[in-house]
C-alpha cells in the first residue's frame, strides 16, 4: 500500500526499505506494531534492488543462492499480512518530539506520527564511488555502468571490471557465461571479496580464454565517441599503459555514504554510523532504534542475516514503548501462527 502527501499516525515509521526494513515490518507485525516505510528510492528493496536485483546471494538462511530480487520478492510477501504503508521517491526531512513519541516529515510533505522510529537505511543515501577518468560522465548509462541491472544486456560484450572487493569479483563470475571477453584489472594481486569467489575467478582465468586477469593496474583512460566505449587504458604505478579494447565498464570501487538529515537528529555517530546498545538496537535517542548496515556497536558484521537478527531485537524492545500497559509474553511463531 502507498500512500503520500497525508497526515498519518502509525505505532512505527520504519526508515529504509531495504531487507532488514522490510523483515523489521514482519517482526513489528508478528507484536502487533503497526508500520509506515520511507525510503528515497522509487521502489522497495534498497541496495538488493536498485544495485544487484540479479546477483546471487549465498548467505541468506535456507537458500543455497538467491538473487536480491527475489529475497526482497518473499520478504515483502512475508510482510504483506500486516498491511505496511510504503512512502517511496521521498526522503525524511525532519524528524521532531510530538508528545511521548515523534513526527517524522519527508520531502513530499507526508506527516507520520509513531512512538517509535527504527532506522534501516542501509549507510544512509548511497552513490558509486566514480573513478577519476576524463569525460567519464559522458558513458555513464551507455557503456559505464556501477551496477547489473539484467545480465542479458552484457551478452557478447567485452567488458572491463574494475576492483577487488566482493561485487567486482562476484560479477566476473557471474558474467563469465555471458560476455565474450572479461578483463579484471585490480591495482594488485589480493583481492578483498569472498576467498570462494576470488577461487572460482581464478580457476575461470586458468580453464579458458574470457577472463583475463590483468593486474597490477589501474583505470587510466577511456576511448569512444557518443557515449560508445572502444576501448579503455590501463596504467601500472610506473606508468606502463596498456590498451584494452572494450565496450564496457563496470567499475566497482564501492559506494560513497552520506547519512544526510540523520546527521542532524541528535544521534550518537561513529564515522557516519549510529551507535546502538547492542542488545536492544537502541539509540542516544529514546523510541529511536537502528538496525542493519548503518547501525555499529562492538563486533558489528555488516551482513544481512545479521541485520534481521536485529530487527528482532529491536522490535521487541521497542514493544513496551508501543504497548505500555501490555506485558509481552515471548512465543515462538510456530506456537502463536500470523496474529492478523
Not at 507484536?31 to 528510492?41: A, F, Q
Not at 555471458?178 to 586458468?206: D, E, G, T
Not at 580464454?209 to 604505478?237: N, S
Not at 532504534?289 to 542475516?305: H, R, S, V
Amino acid at each position: 500500500m502507498h500512500q503520500d502527501n497525508a497526515h498519518h499516525t502509525t505505532d512505527v515509521v520504519i526508515i529504509g526499505a531495504g531487507p532488514v526494513g522490510l523483515f523489521a515490518v514482519f517482526q513489528c507485525g508478528m507484536l502487533k506494531m503497526r508500520c509506515h516505510v520511507i525510503d528515497s528510492l522509487p521502489e522497495i528493496g534498497g541496495q538488493c534492488s536498485a544495485l544487484y536485483p540479479e546477483k546471487p546471494i549465498y548467505d541468506i538462511p535456507a537458500y543455497s543462492a538467491i538473487s536480491g530480487a527475489e529475497l526482497i520478492q518473499q520478504l515483502r510477501k512475508q510482510a504483506e499480512p500486516f498491511d505496511p504503508v510504503y512512502h517511496l521517491d521521498q526522503q525524511v526531512m525532519h524528524v521532531a518530539r510530538h508528545g511521548e513519541g515523534w513526527r517524522v516529515t519527508t520531502s513530499h510533505g507526508t506527516i507520520i506520527e509513531a512512538r517509535v522510529i527504527m532506522i534501516a537505511g542501509g549507510c544512509g543515501a548511497f552513490g558509486p564511488n566514480r573513478p577519476p577518468l576524463d569525460g567519464l560522465a559522458a558513458y555513464e548509462g551507455n557503456s559505464v555502468f556501477y551496477h547489473v541491472a539484467r545480465k542479458e544486456q552484457f551478452r557478447g560484450k567485452r567488458i572491463v571490471i574494475a576492483g577487488g572487493g566482493d561485487s567486482a569479483v562476484d560479477w566476473v563470475n557471474a558474467l563469465a557465461d555471458v560476455a565474450s571477453k572479461i578483463y579484471v584489472v585490480h591495482r594488485r594481486p589480493k583481492f578483498r571479496a569472498a576467498p570462494q569467489s576470488v577461487s572460482q575467478m581464478q580457476a575461470l582465468a586458468k580453464i579458458g580464454d574470457v577472463v583475463e586477469m590483468v593486474i597490477p593496474y589501474q583505470l587510466h583512460g577511456l576511448h569512444g565517441c557518443d557515449g560508445v566505449l572502444e576501448a579503455v587504458d590501463v596504467a601500472t604505478l610506473e606508468g606502463d599503459v596498456r590498451r584494452l579494447e572494450a565496450d564496457i565498464l563496470l567499475p566497482f570501487f564501492g559506494l560513497s555514504m552520506e547519512l544526510g538529515p540523520i546527521a542532524t537528529w541528535g544521534l550518537q555517530l561513529d564515522m557516519s554510523h549510529i551507535k546502538v546498545h547492542h542488545a536492544t538496537m537502541h539509540t542516544n535517542q529514546q523510541g529511536i532504534f537502528a538496525i542493519g548496515d548503518i547501525a555499529t556497536y562492538e563486533g558489528k558484521l555488516k551482513l544481512i542475516l545479521c541485520g534481521f537478527s536485529e530487527a528482532a531485537m529491536a522490535a521487541h524492545a521497542a514493544y513496551p514503548l508501543v504497548h505500555p500497559d501490555t506485558a509481552l509474553h515471548f512465543e515462538y511463531s510456530t506456537s502463536k501462527g500470523v496474529p492478523l
